[in-house]
């Protein structure tokens, strides 16, 4: 069974502090995204990765193949980080994404 | 990166009355788009796979007949929610995938997520 496994479900931080989501996926993929959800509803693609570490600002996502699992780093969080990160996956390129349940993310001032 | 709309943002109906949803690629053609509904506090959850110029693939559980999608353009696909009812309320999001390139770098296989929308059913 293809499954997307994030980690944790929730998290708070204080402003400023060093963030780490992960995700897990159970079989080879040809590339994973990082989304952001914001609590209006509206989805952000932040990054599109098949290998390596991407980096935008003070979001930073790195992914390992071999071991089947990726993850997206803010620095210096800012309270308007607060929305929901959603891992998804993309096994052939030609089928629909595998989503991840997200992580819930709340930065307090 | 590329834009994707959608319209209307939101929309409140009475039961029984049907909604349509557009979706838009703005600045490239999309062969594939995809429609996901949303409850609260749920994963977005893929109803169906539309591609242009012919019929969409519907996933197990969602009903064709109520949920319509056409695809008859590269940058345009609809959703509309057939005689709806108060159940139907939720979040509803396209996404299209962009398989060409553009100025010289491929975006392949990239998908790219539209605002929403939110359907509420009375």
């Known amino acids: 069974k293809n499954e997307v496994e994030q980690s944790p479900q929730n998290l708070t931080a204080q402003e400023g502090e060093f963030i780490t989501i992960n995700c897990s996926y159970s079989v080879g993929i040809s590339a994973l995204h990082w989304l952001q959800q914001h609590p209006g509803g509206g989805i952000v693609s932040l990054f599109m990765l098949s290998s390596g570490k991407k980096k935008h600002g003070r979001l930073i996502a790195t992914i390992n193949i071999q071991e089947k699992h990726s993850s997206l780093h803010i620095t210096a969080s800012h309270p308007r980080d607060s929305a929901v990160y959603i891992c998804?996956?993309?096994?052939?390129?030609?089928?629909?994404?595998?989503f991840g349940k997200g992580t819930r993310l709340s930065v307090i001032a | 990166g590329a834009v994707v709309s959608q319209h209307p943002s939101w929309v409140i109906c009475k039961s029984g009355t049907s909604v349509k949803i557009e979706c838009r690629s703005l600045d490239f053609q999309a062969t594939t788009m995809f429609w996901y509904r949303q409850f609260p506090k749920q994963s977005l959850m893929l109803m169906a796979t539309s591609n242009e110029g012919s019929k969409a693939t519907y996933e197990q559980g969602v009903e064709k007949d109520k949920f319509l999608i056409n695809h008859a353009s590269l940058t345009l696909s609809t959703l509309t929610v057939t005689s709806a009812h108060p159940e139907d309320s939720s979040f509803y999001i396209c996404?299209?995938?962009?398989?060409?390139?553009?100025?010289?770098?491929?975006?392949?296989?990239?998908?790219?997520f539209g605002p929403g929308t939110r359907l509420t059913v009375l």
């Open positions: 998804a996956v993309d096994y052939s390129g030609n089928t629909p994404l595998v």
């Open positions: 996404s299209a995938r962009d398989h060409l390139a553009r100025e010289g770098v491929s975006f392949s296989n990239e998908q790219f």
